[in-house]
């Protein structure tokens, strides 16, 4: 790709942040909390604007409903106001089907078909709360499964699901796309009923075009090979979109690319050999983490920048040159050529591009010095501070 291009599509890129990533989490063990936490949807979204503020690629936030319910008095459309006012807009909605007592055994694959009803009109509100938002993507996550042989028929709990699936696809309107993210275990420990990326393709498969996988880079047993599992959805046309974040063990959600710098560069390389980095592809790149111990918004702007950086690399190998190592059969030249770029160091490329849309080459020491942080520490005193389950 010529120099020029290169620069264009980094500049042009597209990373939504997670509302939940500004507020306080943790582990079953202990939620540690920090100051100036958000204590309401509209202060996340003020949070996620000053990522899209320092960096210039994140324009959109994902909300987690009920997570990011309005206060009392406002509706979503004000909150979609806010985002306008602040420089974003909302992004995926995320309904939350794994918090109320009523899903133990499960929400839309649960046994009883009350509580699957309950689920079901959750899903129907959060198309709703797109439609007032003006957001095009509902993210289906769900935590069904069961935790021991016998305790639920595994056949049946698919049945289920495709019927819930088909009830919320119907809903849909035309220009709406339904990600179906899937993960291998957690909370259920022995069956999951979209535990890997072949059950969410069959069923998005059965649903129709709108339809499409979502990658949560977490969601893997170790050693997964993620770029297959990419190259052969794109090659579908089922990609829907990315979880960005990384895993040493299990679905770790920490920063993207903190773990495995490689991996998510050969990610970023299937993509970008789809020429498929730009919005108008229809993949979605949205992070999915959780910052336990380190600061939100500087969390936030680290892992975009870590996204950048290994589009950038992918961007920069030599695809002339790689097609006629391959077609040769040369395997040490192919290897190398990828390599090559995987080596690069990128980070001056991208300070250029930031200078060139009017920003600081560095955001992680832009932010710090715009006195942001102080602000909010100041300012966000009483109230409660959102964290899971708010
Ligand atoms: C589940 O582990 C998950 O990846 C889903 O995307 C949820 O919506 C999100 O994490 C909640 O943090
Ligand atoms: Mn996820």
Same mark, same amino acid.
């Given at each position: 790709?010529?120099?020029?291009?290169?620069?264009?599509?980094?500049?042009?890129?597209?990373?939504?942040?997670?509302?939940?990533?500004?507020?306080?989490?943790?582990?079953?063990?202990?939620?540690?909390?920090?100051?100036?936490?958000?204590?309401?949807?509209?202060?996340?979204?003020?949070?996620?604007?000053?990522?899209?503020?320092?960096?210039?690629?994140?324009?959109?936030?994902?909300?987690?409903?009920?997570?990011?319910?309005?206060?009392?008095?406002?509706?979503?459309?004000?909150?979609?106001?806010?985002?306008?006012?602040?420089?974003?807009?909302?992004?995926?909605?995320?309904?939350?089907?794994?918090?109320?007592?009523?899903?133990? $055994? !499960?929400?839309?694959?649960?046994?009883?078909?009350?509580?699957?009803?309950? /689920?079901? @009109?959750?899903?129907? %509100?959060? +198309?709703?709360?797109?439609?007032?938002?003006?957001?095009?993507?509902?993210?289906?996550?769900?935590?069904?499964?069961?935790?021991?042989?016998?305790?639920?028929?595994?056949?049946?709990?698919?049945?289920?699901?495709?019927?819930?699936?088909?009830?919320?696809?119907?809903?849909?309107?035309?220009?709406?796309?339904?990600?179906?993210?899937?993960?291998?275990?957690?909370?259920?420990?022995?069956?999951?009923?979209?535990?890997?990326?072949?059950?969410?393709?069959?069923?998005?498969?059965? $649903? !129709?075009?709108?339809?499409?996988?979502?990658?949560?880079?977490?969601?893997? /047993?170790? @050693?997964?090979?993620? %770029?297959? +599992?990419?190259?052969?959805?794109?090659?579908?046309?089922?990609?829907?979109?990315?979880?960005?974040?990384?895993?040493?063990?299990?679905?770790?959600?920490?920063?993207?690319?903190?773990?495995?710098?490689?991996?998510?560069?050969?990610?970023?390389?299937?993509?970008?050999?789809?020429?498929?980095?730009?919005?108008?592809?229809?993949?979605?790149?949205?992070?999915?983490?959780?910052?336990?111990?380190?600061?939100?918004?500087?969390?936030?702007?680290?892992?975009?920048?870590?996204?950048?950086?290994?589009?950038?690399?992918?961007?920069?190998?030599?695809?002339?040159?790689? /097609?006629?190592?391959?077609?040769?059969?040369?395997?040490?030249?192919?290897?190398?050529?990828?390599?090559?770029?995987?080596?690069?160091?990128?980070?001056?490329?991208?300070?250029?591009?930031?200078?060139?849309?009017?920003?600081?080459?560095?955001?992680?020491?832009?932010?710090?010095?715009?006195?942001?942080?102080?602000?909010?520490?100041?300012?966000?005193?009483?109230?409660?501070?959102?964290?899971?389950?708010?």
């Amino acid at each position: 790709m010529h120099p020029d291009q290169i620069r264009a599509t980094l500049a042009q890129q597209h990373i939504e942040t997670p509302s939940w990533a500004y507020g306080n989490s943790g582990t079953r063990f202990k939620v540690f909390a920090q100051d100036g936490i958000p204590r309401t949807a509209f202060e996340k979204i003020s949070d996620a604007a000053q990522v899209h503020r320092f960096t210039g690629v994140a324009p959109t936030v994902a909300i987690h409903i009920p997570w990011d319910t309005p206060d009392a008095g406002r509706s979503y459309a004000d909150l979609a106001e806010h985002a306008r006012s602040e420089g974003v807009a909302i992004g995926a909605v995320n309904p939350n089907t794994f918090q109320d007592d009523a899903y133990k $055994l !499960g929400s839309v694959c649960n046994p009883d078909p009350a509580i699957r009803r309950r /689920a079901i @009109g959750h899903l129907l %509100e959060c +198309i709703d709360i797109m439609r007032e938002t003006g957001s095009k993507e509902l993210s289906l996550w769900f935590a069904d499964g069961t935790n021991y042989p016998g305790q639920d028929s595994i056949r049946e709990r698919q049945d289920r699901l495709a019927a819930a699936l088909a009830e919320t696809y119907a809903a849909l309107d035309d220009d709406m796309t339904m990600l179906v993210e899937y993960k291998f275990f957690e909370p259920a420990f022995y069956s999951t009923d979209l535990p890997d990326w072949g059950t969410s393709l069959l069923h998005c498969l059965h $649903l !129709g075009p709108q339809a499409k996988v979502l990658v949560d880079t977490g969601h893997h /047993a170790p @050693g997964t090979n993620i %770029e297959m +599992i990419v190259a052969t959805l794109l090659r579908e046309g089922r990609l829907g979109g990315f979880h960005f974040n990384s895993r040493f063990y299990a679905d770790d959600d920490l920063m993207v690319g903190s773990a495995d710098p490689f991996a998510l560069f050969r990610i970023m390389f299937e993509i970008a050999q789809a020429g498929a980095v730009l919005p108008d592809a229809g993949v979605a790149f949205m992070l999915d983490q959780c910052h336990n111990i380190e600061a939100k918004i500087p969390g936030q702007i680290r892992s975009v920048m870590n996204v950048q950086e290994a589009t950038a690399k992918a961007l920069l190998v030599d695809l002339a040159a790689l /097609a006629g190592a391959r077609s040769s059969g040369d395997v040490l030249a192919a290897n190398a050529i990828v390599m090559d770029a995987y080596s690069s160091d990128v980070r001056p490329l991208l300070a250029a591009v930031r200078e060139e849309q009017g920003l600081a080459p560095d955001p992680m020491a832009a932010f710090a010095a715009s006195g942001y942080t102080e602000k909010i520490v100041s300012e966000r005193v009483g109230g409660s501070a959102a964290g899971w389950g708010a």
